[in-house]
Every structure is written in C-alpha cells, then in structure tokens.
C-alpha cells in the first residue's frame, strides 16, 4: 500500500474475488453462532411487528388494549435479553450466554406469535407468562433480570466548559443514566500494534482538522475513571475512529467489516423560505434502525457555538451492527444550522484513488454544528476535508445541512463534486433523503457503471434499479429509497407555503399503506418485485425521530421521540430489518430549547412539562372514571408524569444551592426528569385528542 502525500490517501487494488470468498468462508467459520442469533432474530421481529400491526387498530377505550400491550413488552424484554447475551457472546465466546441468547429468542418468538394470533382473532384470554422483574438498580433506566432495556424517553445530557470537562461531563452522566456497564463494556481493550497504528492515523487526521475532538477523549477517559470505570485515552478515541484502516472497496466486501454492512433506512427533510409559514427552516430526520442506549446531548462550550446532537448509541453502537464511530443525527447549534441527515448511503462516488485517512463523519458534524455559522459554511468546510474512508458511510465527510436561507446534500466531494440542492428535482426551498444517491450525476460512481444499464433515475426519486433483486445491497437500498424519497417530495411539496414544525411531526405520523392480501404471499411477491403496498417515510423502521425548528439565538427548537410517532404504521417490506419494535413505546416527542445556558434549557424542559401535565389532566376529566377502559391506565400515566415533574423540581430547587461542576448534573438530572414528565403526559393527551397524521388533519 503506497501513500500519495499530497492527497494523503491510500492507493491500493481491492482484493480478488477469490480473496473475498475466502473472507467471507472464515468470517462464517469464525461467526456462525452469530449468523445463527442473526436468523434467529428475523422470526422474532416479524413476529412482533406483525402483533403490533394488530395493537395499532386497538386504543386506550378497548380493555383488550392494556393487557396486550403488556404482553407485547414482555415479548420485547425478551428479545431484549436474547439481542443483549448474543452480543455478549460475540465477544466472549461463552457457551453459557449463547444458551440464554437462544433461549430467549424461542421465548419471544413463540410469545410474539401467540399475540399476534390472539390479537387477529380477538380472542380475549391472557397469555400465561412469568413477567420479567425490573429494577432501576440505582439507575435512571429499568433492567429486566439484570439486563439493561433502552429507556422509553431519549435521556438528555447537558455539558458546559472546556473541551476537556465535557468529555469529563459527558462519561460521568453515562454511569448516572445508565450505571458503570455501559462504559465496563469500552474499556481495558487490548489493541494489537497493527490496531494501534490504525488508530493513531485516524488520530492524526483528527488533530489536523477538529483537534477539540481529542480533548473531549482526554476528558470522557478522567470522567470514567473518576466514576468507577478506568477508561484509558485510547479506549475512549477508538470509539470516534475505529480500530481498522480505510477501506479498500466497496460497501465492505473487500474487509473485515463486510459481514457488518447495516440494511440502513434512515431519512431526513428540511424545509425553509417560501415552503414555510414564517420562512424559517424546519426539519426531521428518522434514525431507522434498533433503538438503543442513545442520549440527547446540549453542549454550551467555552469556544464556537452551542449545538445539540443525537447519536445513536452513547458509546457509538448500534445493534447487529457494532461501532459506527458516534455516528448520528439530527443536529443543530444557535446560529441557525441544521445537520438533517446524512444524506444517502452507499454513496460511494468519489474515485478509488481519493479514497483513505480522513474525518469520521460524527467528528465533522460536531466541529461544523460547533464552528460553522450557516449552511454555506458548512458545505465549504466539507469540501475542505480529505475524502476519507468512502467505503463505509459513517467513515468519511458529506451530508445534509440546511438553514432558513440555504439547503444541501452532499454526495461527492471529488470527481465529480455533486451538491444536491433545492431545485435540482424539482424541490422548492426544500430537500429530503433517505439512503441512496438522488443526484442525476452520481451514475458516475465506479460501482454504478459497472451495471450502468441496471441503473434508472426518478425526477424525484433519483436512482432505483430497473430489476429488483432481493440479494443484492445496493438493489434493496436503493430501490425502498427511492420510493422514500418520492414520498418526502409529494408531502413537501403539497405543503409548500404551509410547513411548520407541525407539519414535519405529521409527516412521520402517517404511515404507508400495507398490500391487499396475505404476508406470506406478499413476502414473496416482494422478494421478486420490491413492491410492498404504499411506502412512508414513516414506517415500522424508524428506531429515532427528530424534529427541529433551529433560530439564530435562544429559541431553537428540538423535539425527540424513541420508537414510531404512531403504534402500528405499516413497514416499507416484509424484511425483518423493516421494522424495529420496541419496548415501551409512547409515540410521543418532548422538546427542549436550544437556550443561552443550561439553567434556560432546564427551566423550559420544566415549563413544557407543567403545560402538558395540565393539557393532559384536562382532557382526561371529560373520562368518566370507572365507566371508560380508558381512565384508570391513562390516569397512571398522569400519576407518572406528576411523579417526574416533582422529582424535576426538587433537582431544579437545589441547584441554587449547588456551586461548581456539580450544579451541571443536576441540571442534567433535571432535565431528564422534565422530559420524561413531557413524555407521559403526551401519552395521555395523544390518546384522548390523537396528533394530525394526514394534511387533512392540519386543515390541509
């Protein structure tokens, strides 16, 4: 492998097909209990979307409704222990914790399946089961039997100084949220040379051109170690950068990550000027994958400007995937700029021989969200980074940034350089993505002439296949975004004059609409097509939702929700990777303000909370108690909501009493427990008056 200095990049041949046989037979070797655990969780999860499919035509008013639901998250809690003793194993090899992994797959396949038998039929008896006990276990999660569920509400972390004490902020309200496991799990690695070369490559990209980057690692490695967790600077950098070198090929194949390559469906839309009711950008983005232990960060820094971001996962893991280096979305900071999305993956576009050493993308999201001022800066520092790692996405620079003057995606940054902006599709003053390439330019990538006749372009669509194929990646990413992508456009572009944040939340309310007929017969009318009845950016997938209303000051606007906006929205196919259920679900978002301190994103969280408590306690006395099936289950949500709110209060009393570094986690504390008293008083409110789903139900 030779190394071009003046492009520092990596030119180099991928490997012969033969060679990827060959690593592909010994990954299989290697990991065949996890290919195992793999198939064993595509039953499980079709199982359980196909219940909750049933549990969306049911409401609060059904008495059926309450017991069902219950027994749907008994089923989650067990596919949770399954996903959580198979990832265990994967690392420690245990035979004892591939026995429970399996185990639990069997319980929540044949729970899943039983439900959604009884839930199709109407049959009325319980299921039989020994419920799972849940502790908090000195916590701010719930664990089932000692395993750690994803939290219902999107935990917030607040951190404020210099680089190097909100690295130290950030692994202390980990260990407060979630206990020391979650940083147990990163730490003590023993890296092999060659890993530790790699590593310090990526480290000197980093140093280069976001240096605040590895202070923060300096700071998260004394914050875990202070908090019971010794976390060395290495362990910590090597969640931003990996351990590997540059890829060499496309989407993996030619690597050791190719058995790891995610069936991505993420999507985002951003709308702005003449689409909007007051001109101001509005945007949301969807993370389509297994929701996991994610936070919500606000960081108010010593330099550049304050922003809040979501990865999706904590420690930059998630599901079935592994570490994807933080990477996440949506973002904003107080200037005014929005990182929707990430634009479109498997891009891919740029040539080979540019390929190499860069920026992961999280590390350039958060230097532009924290240096950039608009979407134009943005755009121009992106084209000043190395190309980068292109052959997997969340490895190299170029995204989907927008604010209310200017919007972009950014599919190539070399040969050719391809913008996408408002227009070029027929947008006005606004753009979408999902995971494809929608330029009509990128047909230019290497992988794409390599079939060029199988390549067709939507005006609105961009790139679909002209033949589906059920094994091949690009073909199944492609042609579902496609269909994504001339959804955002049709409802952007009926709204025209008329979005508002409002607007963005409906549109990942309304669901597509399932095919006429059997699933079986469906399935394999999919498995030959691609078609799958009416397809949603809203659908079954999205694991995340973020909505955001950024402004140049005080009063930006962000809103979070875990899971689907609505119970039961139809999936984009019949794949197991289509639809992530999960434990818990509310359907509902809080919202915070991008404020000018902590203390004002605190007193916020806390005013929206005390808003919908009395929205919610409203609404609920029109029920007549003991008489609606209703009343007794949404006024425990209620107790809920008043339960968090008064905790938030005794954390936002003391704070005046507080002086220093403490006074910020208790800020944090706050917050989080403002947010989740958001969370289930919306449930109520949501239940009783439900949330717009169509335009219709805007008045549109």
């Known amino acids: 492998m030779s190394k071009d200095n003046t492009q520092n990049t990596y ?44 549990l969306g035509k049911l409401d609060y008013h059904n008495p059926m409704y309450v017991r069902r639901t219950e027994e749907f998250n008994q089923s989650m809690i067990n596919m949770t222990k399954a996903r959580w003793y198979a990832t265990n194993a994967m690392e420690t090899r245990s035979k004892e914790d591939w026995a429970k992994a399996f185990n639990y797959f069997k319980q929540a396949k044949k729970m899943g399946e039983e439900l959604q038998r009884r839930l199709a039929s109407g049959v009325a008896e319980p299921i039989d089961y ?37 690295g130290y902020q950030y692994a202390k309200q980990l260990v407060d949220i979630f206990g020391p496991w979650i940083l147990v799990k990163k730490a003590g690695r023993k890296f092999t040379d060659e890993q530790l070369g790699y590593i310090k490559e990526w480290e000197k990209m980093i140093a280069e051109f976001a240096p605040e980057i590895l202070s923060i690692c300096d700071g998260w490695s004394a914050g875990a170690t202070d908090a019971g967790v010794p976390m060395s600077y290495t362990d910590v950098l090597a969640l931003w950068t990996g351990d590997l070198p540059p890829e060499v090929d496309y989407f993996g194949s030619g690597g050791p990550r190719m058995a790891k390559v995610p069936p991505l469906a993420c999507s985002g839309v951003a709308a702005w000027g003449s689409a909007t009711v007051d001109g101001k950008l509005v945007a949301g983005a969807t993370g389509d994958f297994d929701a996991t232990h994610a936070v919500t960060i606000v960081a108010f820094p010593e330099t550049g ?56 993308r999280t590390t350039s999201v958060l230097h532009i969200l924290r240096f950039a001022n608009n979407a134009r800066e943005a755009r121009d520092l992106e084209l000043s980074y190395p190309v980068g790692d292109v052959g997997i996405d969340s490895g190299t620079v170029g995204g989907f940034y927008a ?43 290497e992988w794409m002439q390599k079939n060029k006749k199988n390549w067709l372009w939507h005006e609105n669509g961009g790139w679909y296949p002209a033949k589906f194929s059920f094994f091949n990646r690009y073909s199944m990413i492609y042609y579902g975004s496609s269909l994504r992508s ?85 999936p984009t196919s019949p794949f197991f990777a289509s639809f992530n259920p999960i434990y818990g679900e509310t359907n509902a978002f809080w919202e915070l303000r991008l404020a000018s301190s902590p203390e004002e994103v605190t007193d916020h969280a806390w005013r929206k909370a005390a808003e919908d408590i009395r929205t919610a306690s409203e609404a609920l006395s029109n029920l007549l108690t003991n008489v609606d099936a209703a009343y007794k289950p949404l006024k425990d949500l209620l107790d809920r909501a008043e339960r968090e709110f008064e ?41 009783l008056v439900p949330p717009p789903r169509t335009p219709e139900d805007l008045g549109q």
């Not at 504390?669 to 989740?676: E, G, Q």
């Open 11 to 54: 030119k180099t041949r991928g490997p012969s097909t033969l060679a990827r046989l060959w690593r592909l037979i010994k990954t299989a070797i290697k990991d065949w209990k996890a290919l195992k655990a793999y198939q064993n969780l595509a039953p499980v999860k079709t199982g359980l979307e196909r219940a909750n499919l049933e």
């Open 130 to 166: 020994e419920p799972s006990i849940l502790a908090q276990e000195g916590t701010e999660i719930f664990f089932a039997d000692g395993v750690p569920l994803v939290p219902e509400v999107c935990p917030v972390v607040i951190l404020k100084g210099s680089d190097f004490e909100m």
């Open 305 to 360: 400007n304050n922003f809040i971001f979501t990865p999706f996962g904590a420690t930059g893991d998630v599901p079935l995937i592994g570490g994807v280096h933080l990477f996440g979305h949506p973002g904003m900071n107080n200037k005014g700029l929005a990182y929707v999305h990430h634009g479109g993956t498997p891009k891919m576009i740029e040539p080979k021989k540019y390929w190499g050493y860069g920026l992961r």
């Open 403 to 445: 604010d209310s003057t200017y919007g972009y995606v950014l599919e190539s940054r070399k040969d050719p350089v391809l913008i996408r902006e408002s227009g070029l599709m027929g947008e006005t003053d606004f753009l979408y993505s999902a995971n494809s390439a929608l330029h009509p330019e990128a047909i230019k990538a």
């Open 486 to 570: 001339r959804y955002f456009f049709n409802m952007l572009n009926q709204g025209l004059g008329r979005i508002d944040f409002e607007y963005i939340k409906m549109m990942y309310r309304k669901s597509g609409v399932m095919p006429e007929g059997t699933w079986k017969k469906n399935a394999s009318i999919w498995r030959k097509t691609g078609e799958w009845g009416e397809i949603s950016g809203a659908n079954a997938s999205n694991g995340t939702i973020g909505i955001m209303k950024p402004d140049n000051g005080d009063q930006g606007r962000y809103a979070f929700c875990i899971g689907q906006a609505t119970r039961g929205i139809a």
């Open 647 to 687: 905790r938030g209060e005794h954390f936002k009393v003391s704070i005046g009493r507080e002086t220093g570094e403490n006074a910020i986690y208790i800020l944090a504390r706050a917050t989080r427990a403002f947010t989740r008293a958001q969370v289930r008083a919306r449930q109520v409110s949501n239940a």
